[in-house]
């Protein structure tokens, strides 16, 4: 059983930061690129930021600059650190990555923590 499990949400005023994390556990052969993607209140979920397993990023051009992306291929896992965070940031984020099990690579998905920008 592969599992993505997130940490680190929490409430936070404008212009503060957080570090997300994200760690894999499981049957894992190999993982492949990682991504975090956010799903506002009463909106549809988006892309935030991806990296491969050679370390290359790419960011949405609303947080970039601002929030950072890396990995830890020992421990399977991946984070996020937002700095200067907005209220618009507010929103459920969740992980995602390709995995290899047992000869297949299969998208999986974390559960999701809250981050909340509010003063």
């Known amino acids: 059983q592969v599992q993505l499990v997130e940490s680190g949400g929490g409430l936070v005023q404008p212009g503060g930061s957080l570090r997300l994390s994200c760690a894999a556990s499981g049957s894992i052969f190999s993982l492949g690129t990682m991504h975090w993607y956010r799903q506002p209140p009463g909106k549809e979920r988006e892309w935030v930021t991806s990296v491969t397993t050679g370390g290359s990023t790419n960011y949405a051009n609303s947080v970039k600059g601002r929030f950072t992306i890396s990995r830890d291929n020992v421990k399977n896992t991946v984070y996020l650190q937002m700095n200067s965070l907005k209220p618009e940031d507010t929103a459920v984020y969740y992980c995602?990555?390709?995995?290899?099990?047992?000869?297949?690579?299969?998208?999986?998905w974390g559960q999701g923590t809250q981050v909340t920008v509010s003063s």
């Open positions: 995602s990555a390709y995995i290899l099990v047992t000869g297949t690579w299969r998208n999986y």
